[in-house]
């Protein structure tokens, strides 16, 4: 079986930390290089967390600096009180010796798709603004992007506002630039992500694996999960951004309905909403596929099929 080629633009953060994880040693997927943007921490912060990643887990991957800002808002929203004050807090890394790569993340997506065969699946787990930057830097690399896949919206409520997702909210503008297009878009929203809870049981059943991915995976989620209970209740925390990867892996994971999908960049009270018209009230054009619904144990199963990898 071919292996889908994928570049993985990211903001770790926990959850994109486990999403490399899955996606560095799978069997099915070509990981070209992993593109770094500002998010869950300061741009700074999320690199080091995703050289720290792979340098862990021996992943011979290039990693890129990409964008420290959102396109047009000049307010940088990170999320200390999730992932704490490296972005990355519970796990303890060694001294740093992997090197990001001198390109630029967007440069590199550019010259990465348009040297491509159209064959390039972007998979953002962050907010989007790297992507965006290529797509409007270089709109010629549209007709080269198979696909994206990404993590982020809600077709109902938010995990920042009521209204926002927080990787929409971080930079709503650059969202509007991706789903406006062209491209085939996979949207995984918080609808499925809250349906993937880290459980007690979870934790221990990826721990009994006993290699470092699952070490890594346990220091995590033990981490990620405090915090998340802390400010959401939950008895354990969404694993969001893996199930982009998971959804590759398996594309009878999750259920999706195709509809027009609109960001909200205008208005103060739901800023970054990610308004899917499900029942086509407005009799638009579908630009996208809204995840609903999504196989719970079988997310798991490939989790820890991920992490056996590395065994």
């Excluded at 999320?79 to 790569?101: C, V």
């Excluded at 969404?238 to 590759?248: C, Q």
């Amino acid at each position: 079986m071919e292996k889908r080629k994928i570049i993985l633009d990211c903001d770790p953060g926990h959850d994109d930390a486990i999403a490399i994880m899955l996606a560095g040693k799978s069997s099915a997927i070509d990981l070209l290089g992993i593109t770094v943007v500002a998010g869950n921490q300061t741009l700074d912060k999320t690199l080091n967390n995703a050289l720290h990643v792979c340098q862990y887990l021996g992943l011979d991957v290039p990693v890129y600096k990409g964008c420290g800002q959102p396109m047009i808002r000049e307010k940088q929203v990170i999320a200390p009180e999730i992932h704490g004050e490296s972005g990355l807090d519970g796990p303890q890394f060694s001294a740093l010796t992997k090197k990001a790569e001198q390109q630029h993340a967007v440069n590199y997506i550019i010259d990465t798709l348009l040297a491509s065969d159209g064959d390039i699946t972007l998979v953002p787990t962050g907010p989007m603004t790297n992507v965006a930057m290529a797509m409007r830097l270089c709109p010629d690399i549209l007709p080269k992007i198979r696909e994206i896949v990404l993590m982020g919206g809600s077709y109902q409520l938010g995990n920042m506002t009521p209204a926002a997702e927080f990787n929409i909210l971080v930079d709503a503008d650059a969202a509007h630039v991706v789903f406006t297009s062209g491209r085939k878009i996979t949207m995984v929203g918080l609808d499925v992500t809250r349906k993937v809870l880290c459980l007690p049981s979870v934790v221990e059943r990826m721990g009994q694996i006993d290699n470092k991915a699952a070490k890594l995976f346990v220091d995590l989620m033990t981490f990620f999960n405090k915090t998340q209970k802390e400010i959401f209740g939950w008895a354990g925390a969404p694993l969001h951004d893996p199930v982009t990867i998971a959804s590759l892996l398996d594309p009878t994971l999750l259920t999706t309905k195709e509809c027009f999908t609109q960001i909200d960049i205008r208005s103060e009270q739901s800023y970054g909403r990610t308004n899917c018209d499900l029942f086509n009230m407005l009799k638009q054009p579908p630009n996208s596929f809204v995840a609903v619904d999504i196989n719970v144990a079988r997310f798991w199963d490939i989790i820890e099929g991920g992490i056996k990898n590395y065994s």
